[in-house]
């Protein structure tokens, strides 16, 4: 995805500041909260509106560029491969830096962070998709009988069985996608990368006990045997975030030059998500390579970032991008399930309103949801720290 740089024209001198307080903290949230857009954006025509090759409407040519922009959403699921790796990859090389890495801190944090919301992701899906395939108004769209749709029998994936494995991240693995959610897919990769990389990095250290190393460069190896056809082709684009946020920056950047490293990097964006004739894997790693780039000149924004109604906005957005990814899907299924009963929509003036007023529910729908769930996520993982804290202080032995 590209993004417009949110710069003041005065900017503060380049000082040392917490990366959380920069501009480049800004950017990358911004980058996030766009990358889920536009996965929304791509579900939402994908369900409600006809592939182009199907247009009948006059000056079919109007909508190369509107139908081109509306399907990025797979380039912006390999950013956020990007961006975990250059976030999560970093805070765990610093934790080794500095001697203060806890396993058992670690999978505090990360299972709090995915759980919070796939939790009750899961059961707002199973509630929607229940609903959906039980009601004749709807159910065509559940069980694969609706022509030209996303949907192919996603009613006989909501048992227990593929819920439970969608809670472990099996998906894709071992079990399918949960019922309507196929963005769950990426779930599973994030929860791997998030394992593989600590476990890869304890096995090269040698300040670790030899014991610790030889376990975890076993299980590392045994895990990519395990996913070697599923999860770990995409493993080097997670990781290629990790290289990024240890490369040296340029400490300054122009507002011009980053703006157009942005218009280049969304020209090549849809450019690269057109190219439908390559390896889908040969394009994502193009792809994460043109990306790297601008992650990498973003990370020369050291500048204190000013508390700005806009920058409040941006983290705002930024912070319920994780629900907005992982919960829009099933609601627009059901959406798309009421409204059509047929054929998909050709893009009438009609027609795009109701779009625009489902897009809009989603928004509120996922970010009201976030905002019970997503948004807690600090004060929750602080509660169960504590709790594994005083039982740690109870049962001193286990």
Known sequence: MATTAVLTSTQAPVT?????????????????????????????????????GKLNVAHRFLWILP????????????????????LIGRSVIESFRHDSWSWKRYATHRLVRLWIVLLPGLLLCALLDTAGSSWLMTRHMYFGDAGNHMLYDAAKHIGPVTFLGNV??????????????GALWSLANEFWYYVLFPLGVVAIL??????????????????????????????????????????????????????????VHLIITVGLAEWRSAPRLLV?????????????????????????RHVKLIRFAARG?????????????????????????????????????????????VYFVGFLTEFRTDKVRRWVESRVQRRQETNPCC
């Open 206 to 263: 040698k300040s670790r006990r030899l014991v610790e190393r030889v376990i975890c460069a076993a299980l590392f190896v045994s895990l990519c045997i395990w996913l070697r056809s599923t999860l770990l082709p995409m493993f080097p684009i997670w990781l290629g975030g990790v290289l990024i946020s240890q490369l040296p920056t340029k400490r300054t950047i122009s507002k011009p030059l980053f703006t157009i490293l942005g218009v």
């Open 284 to 308: 994502d790693y193009l792809y994460a390579i043109a990306s790297a780039f601008l992650l990498w000149s973003i990370l020369s924004l050291v500048q204190l970032a000013l508390q700005s």
């Open 16 to 52: 040392k500041v917490r990366f959380a307080q920069s501009w480049a903290s800004v950017q990358l949230d911004l980058l996030r909260a766009i990358a889920a857009l536009f996965v929304l954006v791509e579900h939402l025509r994908n369900f409600l509106f006809v592939d182009y």
């Open 168 to 181: 472990a991240f099996l998906q894709t693995v071992l079990v399918p996608v949960y019922g309507s959610n």
């Open 321 to 365: 991008s994780y629900s907005l990814y992982l919960m829009h899907m099933p609601f627009v299924a059901f959406c798309a399930a009421l409204l059509l009963h047929g054929e998909r929509w050709q893009p009438t003036v009609e027609h795009l309103v109701v779009a625009t007023i489902v897009g809009v529910s989603a928004l509120t729908y």
């Open 67 to 86: 139908y081109a922009l509306t399907g990025l959403g797979h380039q912006a699921v390999v950013l956020f491969f990007l961006m975990s790796g250059l």
